[in-house]
């Protein structure tokens, strides 16, 4: 059963453990999964959404990944640079990201304290596509190459898996 009221505590929140970015990736980002979770298909139980806070470690950055489903995520707190398709911003507390279906996406700390956004997604979701080498070649050579982190993240695991 999903908790309604979830408080806020000087380092997350009541009842909420933080976890690594990806089981066995220790890469200085921590995720909170604070409302809901991964469903299999929209009609199993509980939440429709799945509402998520992510920190990074200065200079650290999130994967670089696209997906099928879109991402609404809103700056906590911190400064970072968020890549989206192939622009580049500079991002700060209470800042509002969309990032589109399918749009190769990037999330970078560029501060020297930790980087945290909150991450709303549709709990039945598809999984993390990684960019093939040659998009990674391309996005090194544009506006965008001098802040993208291809191998900041290790591959995701398969669901199920």
């Known amino acids: 059963m999903q908790r309604r009221v979830i408080h806020a505590r000087a380092e997350g ?12 990736a220790a890469v200085g980002i921590a995720r909170h999964t604070i409302v809901g979770g991964w469903k299999p298909e929209p009609g199993a139980p509980g939440p429709q959404l799945e509402l998520r806070f992510f920190e990074l470690d200065p200079g650290t950055a999130s994967r670089l990944e696209r997906h099928e489903h879109e991402h609404y995520v809103i700056v906590g707190r911190g400064i970072g640079h968020a890549v989206v398709g192939e622009q580049v911003e500079e ?27 909150y991450c709303i ?12 080498k040659e998009e990674i070649e ?21 669901r199920g898996a």
Not at 13 to 24: A, M, Q, S, V
Not at 95 to 116: K, S, T
Not at 121 to 132: F, L, N
Not at 138 to 158: H, N, W, Y
């Open 13 to 24: 929140w009541d009842g909420i453990e933080p976890e690594g970015y990806r089981p066995g």
């Open 91 to 117: 991002v700060a507390a209470g800042d509002v990201i969309y990032v589109a279906p399918l749009e190769l996406h990037q999330f970078i700390n560029r501060g020297d304290e930790r980087f945290g956004f």
């Open 121 to 132: 997604v549709t709990a039945a979701r598809d999984g993390a596509q990684i960019p093939e």
């Open 138 to 158: 391309r996005l090194l050579a544009s506006p965008v190459g001098p802040f993208i982190r291809p191998d900041a993240v290790p591959p995701p695991l398969r």
